[in-house]
């Protein structure tokens, strides 16, 4: 018994890409995503990093130059 189960208290129909027509999961090329880690179709491994801006006006004069 899945958690959707434990909380709705039925059992879930899993949605296909397949039973929708045009489906962005049909054209888009991933595959699989595992640890953050994105699969495509065609076997290349893809990391997406995000990278938070500093603002080194805000810093103190000691802490830019370091």
């Known amino acids: 018994m899945g958690l959707k189960e434990l909380i709705f208290g039925k059992q879930i ?13 049909g054209w888009l090329p ?4 595992q640890n953050g ?17 500093v603002n080194f006006y805000l810093k103190s004069a ?3 130059r370091q």
Request: glycine share 2%.
């Open 13 to 25: 129909k899993q949605a296909h890409a397949a039973q929708y027509r045009n489906s962005t999961q």
């Open 30 to 33: 991933v595959l699989d995503v």
């Open 37 to 53: 880690v994105i699969v495509t179709k065609d076997g290349r491994y893809i990391k997406i990093l995000e990278i938070m801006p």
């Open 62 to 64: 000691r802490l830019c």
